[in-house]
């Protein structure tokens, strides 16, 4: 589904990543973890194809394309999403308008028909239950006055809508108080699938108690210094990162 190899990536000529390889399969769900400014949103973001990042080296495979090639809309159409860590208001713009907007621009690409309101509405409402979100939060706009749960949430409810082939999710656990950790992991679970991959970055290992991951990375110097199962996040939880640090610093 996925294939990194020797990915380096610069923001304002900064080096951030630094040689990332990593490889995910249709039907796995990899977490990565790391510490705060390790650049795992580099990574989730540059996976999308978001243009303030600079691609230095490297190269990206996905579905045996060359990811880079593509643009970010391309990458979306494709079946690429990005679950932002700090989800973005849009004023004015409902939110039923704007997954209605998304769905239709796939089902266009895909040869199928356009789907009207009332067909809209009736896809969405299961999704909506599942995400335990009230109908109300669809006709208003875009996150805007959302609580941080309430956002959360809304991220996961535009994938469960979209049924991405590989879903990013960027701290989508953090903030939430325990009920929402558990209503977003049931999401998630929801999405897994052979079919379908996910990538979940996360800071704290809570999620993983819910979303139970295949693989765990760990990024460090912008790296992936460790890797293992899901074992890995208890250990990281227990000892925190410093020990990676270190020794992902005495291997340069
Ligand atoms: P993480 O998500 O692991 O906390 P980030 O990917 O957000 O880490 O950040 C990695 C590093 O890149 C940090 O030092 C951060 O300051 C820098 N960085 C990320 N995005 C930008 C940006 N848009 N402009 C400048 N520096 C950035
Ligand atoms: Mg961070
Ligand atoms: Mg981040």
Redesign the pocket.
């Known amino acids: 589904m996925l294939e990194i190899s020797k990915l380096h990536v610069s ?2 000529d ?1 080096p ?1 990543l630094r040689g990332i390889d990593l490889a995910i399969g249709a039907g796995e769900v990899h977490a990565i973890m ?12 540059v996976l999308a194809g978001h243009d ?2 600079t691609v230095t080296s490297g190269e990206v495979r996905y579905r045996g394309r060359d990811l880079l090639a593509l643009s970010p809309e391309e990458r979306a159409r494709e079946g690429i999403f990005l679950a932002f ?1 700090y989800p973005v208001e849009i004023p004015g713009v409902a939110n039923i308008y704007l997954l209605k907007a998304a769905v239709n621009a796939q089902r266009k690409h895909r040869g199928e028909p356009e789907l009207d309101a009332v067909d809209f509405l009736a896809l969405v409402k299961d999704k909506l239950q599942l995400m335990g979100m009230s109908q109300d939060l669809l006709y208003r706009s875009v996150n805007e006055g959302f609580s941080g749960g309430e956002k959360k949430r809304n991220e996961i409810l535009q994938m469960v809508v979209l049924e991405p082939k590989l879903a990013i999710l ?2 989508t656990d953090s903030g939430l108080d325990i009920d929402a950790l558990k209503v977003v992991a049931g999401g998630i679970n929801a999405m897994r699938s052979p079919e379908r991959a996910i990538l979940l ?1 996360t ?1 704290y290992q809570r999620l993983l108690d819910y979303v139970v991951p295949d693989r765990v990375h760990v ?1 460090a110097q912008g790296r992936i210094a460790l890797s293992g199962g899901r074992e890995l996040a208890q250990e990281l939880e227990m000892r925190g990162y410093g020990w990676v640090e270190a020794e992902a610093a005495n291997r340069r």
């Open positions: 923001v304002d900064k951030i790391g510490p705060n400014g390790s650049g795992k949103s580099t990574l989730a973001h303030h990042y860590q960027d701290e970055v800071h990024l």
